[in-house]
């Protein structure tokens, strides 16, 4: 399933809510829509999601039009330009095909006539879409790691699998920092960024892929990091666009970008999930964790994000204080336990020390191999996200459904690090 992203101009007709009703009945993908009323929020938008489609709707003003046009041109040059016109709407002096043909001067260059239909609307994403998926190989792929309660290690995951996926691709591996008000990444690889997210924040007019490189802070494993601003109150200015822009940009420029979390589902985070293609929800094996837990993937149900995208970490995995064991786990939680990191003394020496654990590790450590069987996982993601979601899909959770409770007494899976 593809996640491309559409920008709607409406006239405040409706067109918003046929395009959402439509969407929801497309097969084999999952638009991300933004809808804007107001010509400069049109062209912002378009600046800071570079959608692959606009959707112009057409009116009486066609001066107004011509300058949707050249705008969204210039803002997103790689966007297509579909003009929407009603029938009944059209100016006195217009029938469908002179509108059409005054359009397509104008630079408009494909048309959806209203009511909006779900065949229409997917075949025309289906034809102007297709090359930017064979484009998508090209693309870094985004890997979200997070988890709605803070100290579970999630940060720590993804310090280790971005410097172990950047000690085999030096310098094309991204680890941004979008724990916007406690990041802790730069620290767990002892480095002291001049430059964090505020700069590009500061510089997000004239922000482009080589700036964001410029931006990068480099660890000596080879990893570019965009460290989280020191202040956390500078934070409080970014929006979501912004960090979609970041990572839009960040896929273009690296073949890996890892991405850890703030420990919400806020606006923020939802933008970097519409433009990840996995995301890693990070637990504990302890009770009051995996109730929260639960709750956070009813979260990611409601805002659409597939379930064929989501991964289990299981983290610092333990039963010698009687902490449920994998399989437990995964009935109480309803999902297949992806993967699994045994607690280890070393890592959190690691975390505390600013060396990442992965790098000094032997390769008989269980975690070490944990971590580097992540980023082989990751290495070997399929090219386009409709292959991943055909893999992936076929996963059986029927017999996870089994036990709705969860037994902290039993020790079913042995043994810690």
């Known amino acids: 399933m593809s996640n491309p992203q559409v920008l709607i101009h409406c006239l405040g007709t409706g067109l918003e809510d046929e395009v959402r009703a ?3 009945s497309l097969s084999d993908m999952r638009p991300v ?13 378009a600046r800071d ?10 009116g009486n003003d066609f001066e107004l039009l011509k300058t949707l046009v050249d705008e969204s041109i210039a803002a997103a040059p790689d966007a297509i330009i579909v003009g929407v016109y009603s029938a009944d709407r059209l100016p006195d002096s217009h029938n469908e095909s002179a509108t059409m043909m005054r359009a397509l001067r104008l630079g408009v260059e494909d048309f959806i006539r209203r009511p909006v239909a779900v065949t229409e609307l997917q075949q025309i994403l289906q034809r102007h879409l297709a090359p930017r998926r064979r484009h998508r190989a090209q693309t870094g792929r985004t890997i979200a790691f997070c988890s709605n309660k803070g100290g579970v290690g999630k940060s720590t995951a993804a310090v280790n699998v971005a410097t172990e996926l950047a000690s085999r691709h030096p310098g094309r591996v991204a680890l941004i920092d979008a724990s916007l008000q406690m990041g802790v990444c730069a620290a767990q690889l002892n480095l002291r960024p001049e430059i964090t997210l505020t700069d590009a924040w500061q510089q997000r007019e004239r922000l482009d892929e080589r700036l964001l490189e410029e931006l990068m802070t ?38 890996y970008v890892i991405v850890d979390t703030f420990p ?26 995996l109730q929260t837990v639960r709750g956070y993937f009813d979260l990611l149900a409601e805002v659409e994000f597939p379930e064929a995208q ?45 060396k990442p654990f992965v790098s000094s590790a032997s390769r008989w450590n269980r975690s070490a191999k944990a971590i580097r069987n992540m980023a082989d996982e990751i290495e070997t993601l399929a090219t386009s996200p409709e292959e991943a979601s055909a893999g992936e899909q076929g996963t059986n959770h029927s017999q996870l459904r089994s036990s709705p ?8 899976e042995g043994g810690s690090a």
Do not use: C
């Open 49 to 58: 999601y570079q959608p692959g489609v606009i959707l112009l709707e057409i």
């Open 405 to 412: 409770r969860l037994s902290v007494a039993g020790n079913l």
């Open 310 to 354: 989501q991964k289990v970490l299981l983290n610092r995995y333990t039963t010698r204080s009687g902490g449920p064991g994998v399989s437990e786990v995964a009935r109480y939680l309803d999902r297949e336990i992806d993967y699994v990191l045994p607690f280890d003394r070393s890592i959190l020496l690691a975390a505390n020390t600013g």
């Open 22 to 24: 439509a969407v929801k």
């Open 264 to 289: 919400l589902l806020d606006r923020s985070v939802m933008a970097i999930l519409d433009l990840s293609d996995r995301a890693i929800v990070v637990v504990e094996n302890v009770v009051p964790t």
């Open 33 to 45: 829509l933004h809808v804007r009323e107001d010509l400069r929020g049109t062209i912002a938008d």
């Open 218 to 255: 480099h660890h000596e494993s080879g990893l570019h990091v965009l460290a989280a601003p020191t202040n956390a109150i500078e934070a409080t200015e970014f929006d979501d666009a912004f960090l979609s822009r970041v990572l839009l940009l960040a896929r273009r420029a690296y073949d």
